[in-house]
């Protein structure tokens, strides 16, 4: 099958996801990180808030307890100097020492005020001074008492009652009053400079409070923001994941694991209703040139734009899906019978065969396709897909661009395709192959100067199998690098074994495929099959296509230029046929082209491949090159490429490809018989 099994679509299915998928969870970190720090800030602020807060309620709590206690002092001084006058005047008018000792207990009890309200005492310097003078006053009054009760024992009440009249006790008192209404006012204008601030405070606190509320309103909008995009974005992730399990990448149809669920859902109801299923398995001709010639991304386009125009031929309830490289399948539900199927297939293929217009350049591809339905064809997914595999083979095999039924004629086909896979794996393991050699020789002489290296590989009934049979096979299975190493031993080892045997040396050819020249490691096998062998590179040729110089161009020429550094021969198969222009194949280290069979086959009546023929000649010529005509067949064609000065030819009217024997004898035989035929031998020159 003419597949792109590695194209890039393959590569690009989980890396988009896993870089979408990292890309959300750092997003998701980031946005926990700022919500985190964020909720720590609001947090801490509302603890310093708090903190604050408590205590600027305990200090308020202790000042209002203070100023209520010493307002209260303050009330009781002035109760007790009350209490003092009151009893000095009743001992004046009753004469009872009681009295005089009531006003020393009160005394001693202002005191005790006067000490207390010291210690709680105020921030003024002046408050406190008048506080110590009233706890002298008090003192001094205290001692003038304690002195008339003496004088009352001693000398009498008349004695005592002059004895207060000449301390004028009036006047300390009134100094009393005046220093507790003094302290009244400042503890009153204190209270109210307290009550401003308090109510300051208040709003401070009121202000603070709403600002807290305000943080925290938001700490809560984020988390829930925060939460929102984070369920919003798994949710779309979920989805996402979802769509890439059940579609592909590139083309967004459904892929092979939804085409399973979807086909078994369909047969269900079709054997329930007793109705019929189609499925159409199309894969894209020659498909695997594209990506070989332009690259995977033109490839690419061009499976995207296939898709797009196969969901126009079928129906909404219809299914398309992409099973693989270039091949896709159709699920076509309740039909009548299989003409229905065959008028979806020609649409397909008329679609698929309308031009492609990508990056101002025109490509056509055609398609083939099988179909099978259920349940004339299988009862389940497995066997519908391998019928209709089977004959999308049928309709490979009829000249591609058509579509083909499956029966049972067919199935035999596929039996014997997995075989021949099955034995080429193990026949290049085993290198149970061969490498037949056709000579190219001299224009002018028609000495033998190169010979080309064909895989075959033999049968056991004794066929051989011709490369155009088994590379398709090759690049299919992956085993292009293997098949390589294996060419490029064996010509190495037999170019080796003719020397040995007396051979003139001359260059062997072999054909590099394009996938095999941008190997990374095509270089490497080149030089251990030469070192093992101890050949020089000058005895190497390397036959590229044209295509390989679109595909991937810049690694393309300097993995030639290393070859050529090397001291290898290279040459151009198959030149005129693909889409290599004149400018940039100047700039490549090239040695010979070879113009291809189809303009030789012509020579010399047909007048586009004279005209053709001659233009490659001197195009070649005026680049330094060497020409090789292909497919050389007539002696009519000998004369006109040696009279337009080609100047070597290869063909079967030189030889066919033969067993390395037949070379050997082709060339010493003459020698030894001292006659010469067609193929001269080779002037004598130094052995290798």
């Known amino acids: 099958m003419e597949s792109s099994r590695h194209s890039s679509k393959t590569q690009g299915i989980t890396r988009p996801q896993r870089h979408q998928r990292n890309d959300s969870a750092r997003a998701l970190s980031r946005r926990h990180l700022i919500g985190f720090s964020f909720a720590a800030v609001v947090l801490a602020a509302n603890a310093l808030l708090s903190h604050h807060t408590v205590l600027e309620l305990m200090n308020a709590q202790v000042s209002g307890d203070v100023s209520l206690t010493i307002t209260g002092i303050l009330k009781d001084l002035r109760a007790d100097a009350t209490q003092i006058e009151d009893a000095r005047r009743r001992y004046i008018l009753s004469g009872k020492l009681d009295h005089l000792h009531q006003a020393v207990e009160r005394l001693s009890a202002s005191l005790e005020h006067t000490q207390r309200l010291r210690t709680l005492g105020s921030d003024g310097q002046r408050e406190i001074a008048q506080i110590d003078r009233m706890a002298l006053l008090l003192s001094n009054e205290a001692q003038s008492l304690r002195a008339l009760i003496e004088t009352h024992q001693a000398r009498g009440r008349p004695a005592a009652i002059r004895a207060i009249r000449e301390a004028a006790p009036a006047e300390q008192f009134a100094q009393i009053d005046r220093l507790l209404a003094s302290l009244t006012a400042a503890e009153a204008d204190g209270m109210r400079q307290r009550s401003e601030a308090s109510k300051h405070r208040a709003a401070l606190h009121i202000v603070t409070s709403w600002v807290a509320n305000g943080f925290n309103v938001g700490l809560l909008a984020l988390i829930m923001y925060l939460a929102y995009r984070e369920v919003r974005e798994r949710r779309a992730s979920e989805l996402l994941l979802r769509f890439n399990a059940t579609h592909d990448s590139l083309t ?29 398995f199309l894969d894209l001709d020659r498909f695997k040139h594209i990506n070989d010639t332009l690259g995977h991304e033109i490839g690419d386009l061009v499976l995207q734009e296939v898709a797009a125009r196969l969901l126009r031929c079928v129906r909404k309830s219809d299914f398309v899906a992409r099973q693989g490289g270039d091949e896709f399948v159709a699920l076509i539900e309740d039909i009548a019978d299989q003409a229905v199927l065959a008028r979806i297939a020609e649409t397909m293929l008329t679609e698929v065969a309308r031009p492609i217009l990508i990056r101002d350049r025109e490509f056509r591809v055609t398609a083939s396709i099988g179909i099978s339905s259920f349940p004339d064809h299988g009862g389940d997914l497995q066997v519908l897909l391998k ?9 490979k095999d009829k000249g591609k661009n058509t579509y083909q039924f499956y029966s049972i004629r067919e199935d035999r086909h596929s039996l014997r395709r997995l075989d021949m896979e099955a034995a080429l794996r193990r026949a290049i393991e085993s290198e149970d192959l061969l490498m037949y050699y056709q000579p190219r020789v001299c224009a002018s002489t028609h000495e033998i100067v190169a010979v080309e290296g064909l895989l075959r590989w033999p049968q056991s009934d004794s066929r051989l199998v011709a490369p155009g049979q088994v590379i398709p096979l090759v690049e299919e299975l992956g085993l292009t690098r293997q098949l390589g190493i294996w060419a490029l031993r064996t010509a190495c080892a037999q170019h080796a074994r003719w020397t040995r045997e007396g051979m003139p040396a001359m260059r062997v050819a072999i054909n590099v495929s394009p996938r095999q020249l941008i190997d990374t490691e095509f270089v490497s096998d080149v030089r251990a099959a030469l070192d093992e062998r101890g050949l020089a590179a000058r005895w190497l040729e390397l036959e590229i296509t044209e295509g390989v110089m679109m595909r991937e161009p810049q690694k393309a020429q300097a993995i030639l230029e290393e070859l050529k550094s090397m001291g290898a021969y290279i040459s151009v198969d198959d030149f005129g046929i693909g889409y290599s222009s004149m400018a940039y194949l100047k700039q490549l280290p090239l040695d010979c082209l070879k113009i291809d069979r189809a303009f030789i086959r012509g020579l010399p009546k047909d007048e586009s491949d004279v005209a053709i023929t001659r233009a490659i000649v001197n195009m070649a010529h005026s680049l330094g090159l060497r020409v090789v005509a292909e497919g050389v067949e007539t002696k009519q064609q000998v004369e006109f490429l040696r009279e337009h000065n080609c100047d070597e030819f290869q063909g ?37």
């Open 252 to 280: 967004n149809l459904m892929n092979r694991h939804a085409l399973a669920e979807r086909v078994n859902l369909a047969l269900a109801r079709a054997g329930a209703n007793s109705s019929k299923v189609g499925l159409l």
């Open 387 to 395: 019928n209709a595999d089977i004959a999308m083979y049928r309709a």
């Open 652 to 688: 079967y009217y030189f030889g066919k490809p033969m067993p390395p024997q037949h070379i050997v004898d082709l060339v010493l035989a003459p020698r030894k018989a001292g006659s010469q035929g067609r193929l001269l031998q080779l002037p004598r020159q130094a052995r290798l």
